[in-house]
Nanobody, 120 residues
Framework: RLVESGGGLVQAGGSRRLSCVVS????????MAWFRQAPGQQREMVAV???????TYADSVKGRFTISRDNAIDTVYLQMDVLKIEDTAVYFC????????????????WGQGTQVTVSS
């Protein structure tokens, strides 16, 4: 089970931190990811953090977003800074049994999503 929190309304240029508490899987061994889906658009990968701590980011968020994990409490975070209107979307936490599944928009295990709305 994956449960996201931290979404809400934020002004452009502001910051927001999303959290995702994970249960029912071996968190320490799994890569974790954040995806997002804007209205009328496909779900897209935002950031991935591997069990080693290595990270990957979408070009659109590099330098602004930071993914991290706390293995002691089975939680993954997404720190979002310098938010833009185009960051408005439902943000999903996800994982999978393989790294390929974690990167895929069509595989793996998903949270219910949390809405982030960036206003001008």
């Amino acid at each position: 089970r994956l449960v996201e929190s931290g979404g809400g309304l934020v002004q452009a240029g502001g910051s927001r931190r999303l959290s995702c508490v994970v249960s029912g899987i071996d968190f320490n061994r799994n890569a974790m990811a954040w995806f997002r889906q804007a209205p009328g658009q496909q779900r897209e990968m935002v950031a991935v953090i591997r069990s080693s701590g290595g990270t990957t980011y979408a070009d659109s968020v590099k330098g602004r977003f930071t993914i991290s994990r706390d293995n002691a409490i089975d939680t993954v975070y997404l720190q979002m800074d310098v938010l833009k209107i185009e960051d408005t979307a439902v943000y999903f936490c996800k994982t999978g049994h393989t790294l390929g599944a974690v990167y895929s928009a069509n595989m793996g295990y998903w949270g219910q999503g949390t809405q982030v709305t960036v206003s001008s």
